[in-house]
């Protein structure tokens, strides 16, 4: 069930997100919002040179305030990757660890890599998983990213 404050949380973290823009190299500039009982507990981006990733910061930051966080809500500009690098953890098996009620994904990840894997892990884990709020806004802020997948 959408709930009447989601696109504004969405906003924010598309907003977050283009602060990021040209500063994330290879991987594409990604805002992340948390959301605890009504509050906005974390928002972050993508770090400067791609890592570490956004959801992955935005937990950190959630962390450093609370011990736990089963139940928040999550906003993404896109899909938590599922694939694995030797940079970093993939952000849906992050998802899975802190136990989120949603997570709210403006966009699918056009990584062939992705592509939907993380959304169907973090489904299969039981989180609720709502796709598309803002989707547009978020794909034109990654679009340079997105067009590297077209080529191939
Ligand atoms: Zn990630």
Known sequence: MAHIMDEFYMRLALGVAKDGAGLTGSNPNVGCVIV???????CERTA??????????????AFESF?????????????????????GPNCSDVMLDIKPAR??????DPDPRTAGNGIKKMQEAGIIVEVGLLGAEAADIIKDFTARFDKA
């Not at 997570?103 to 699918?108: E, T």
């Open 36 to 42: 605890l009982n009504g509050k906005i507990i974390a």
């Open 48 to 61: 400067d040179g791609g890592r570490p990733h956004a959801e992955y910061k935005a937990v950190e930051t």
């Open 67 to 87: 011990d736990g966080i089963e139940g928040c809500d999550v906003y993404v500009t896109l899909e938590p990757c599922a694939h694995i690098s030797e940079r």
């Open 103 to 108: 997570v709210i994904v403006a966009m699918q």
